[in-house]
T-cell receptor, first 115, second 117 residues
């Protein structure tokens, strides 16, 4: 069965520093996709970054990068130069299903950026 | 682009009443939409996959007679919580993937907070 594990319930980071949010996954599929979403206190889910299982390079989107280690089945999110506005819940998710269009989410990590 | 709206954003109802939540894709067509439920400080749980023109596909443990889903058009899916009870109080979020999106990522609505008294 497909599963996403986020072992850090909460993290603190000093403003302007980098932080890594952990995500490990379990799947027997060869083709899959991994996503990170941000959920501020307002509730909306904001797409941050995507990594395909066949992508050879780690994904990057601005201050977000994904440390993809396929053999270890990990897809950690790295946020560089943290900002106060980065304080939110962060979810790692994996695309699964017959047509690869369903998402399975991890438990999430609450990130708090300190000034 | 790729904006998904939900209405209402917040609803309070009495136990036993039914509540309808609308999910619209504003600038794209969506043959498939998804409905999630989220408890406070918890993860999103997929409830069902809404398919335009056909029956929704429910996840294991989700009562299809309790949570009625109708996908009437390529831009609208509705979730009706029938005979709501306090345990149905939750945050309900819908999502959709525009065809041709770069990563086939899902775009989420802003969510509907349901409180059943």
């Amino acid at each position: 069965a497909q599963k996403i594990t986020q072992t850090q319930p909460g993290m603190f980071v000093q403003e302007k520093e980098a932080v890594t949010l952990d995500c490990t996954y379990d799947t027997s599929d060869q083709s899959y996709g991994l996503f990170w979403y941000k959920q501020p206190s307002s509730g909306e889910m904001i797409f941050l970054i995507y990594q395909g299982s066949y992508d050879e390079q780690n994904a990057t989107e601005g201050r977000y990068s994904l440390n993809f280690q396929k053999a270890r089945k990990s897809a950690n999110l790295v946020i560089s130069a943290s900002q106060l506005g980065d304080s939110a819940m962060y979810f790692c998710a994996m695309r699964v299903g017959q047509y690869g269009n369903k998402l399975v989410f991890g438990a999430g990590t609450i990130l708090r950026v300190k000034s | 682009g790729a904006v998904v709206s939900q209405h209402p954003s917040r609803v309070i109802c009495k136990s036993g009443t039914s509540v309808k939540i609308e999910c619209r894709s504003l600038d794209f067509q969506a043959t498939t939409m998804f409905w999630y439920r989220q408890f406070p400080k918890k993860s999103l749980m997929l409830m069902a996959t809404s398919n335009e023109g056909s029956k929704a596909t429910y996840e294991q443990g989700v009562e299809k007679d309790k949570f009625l889903i109708n996908h009437a058009s390529l831009t609208l899916s509705t979730l009706t919580v029938t005979s709501a009870h306090p345990e149905d109080s939750s945050f309900y979020i819908c999502s959709a993937s525009p065809s041709g999106s770069r990563y086939n990522e899902q775009f989420f609505g802003p969510g509907t907070r349901l409180t059943v008294l």
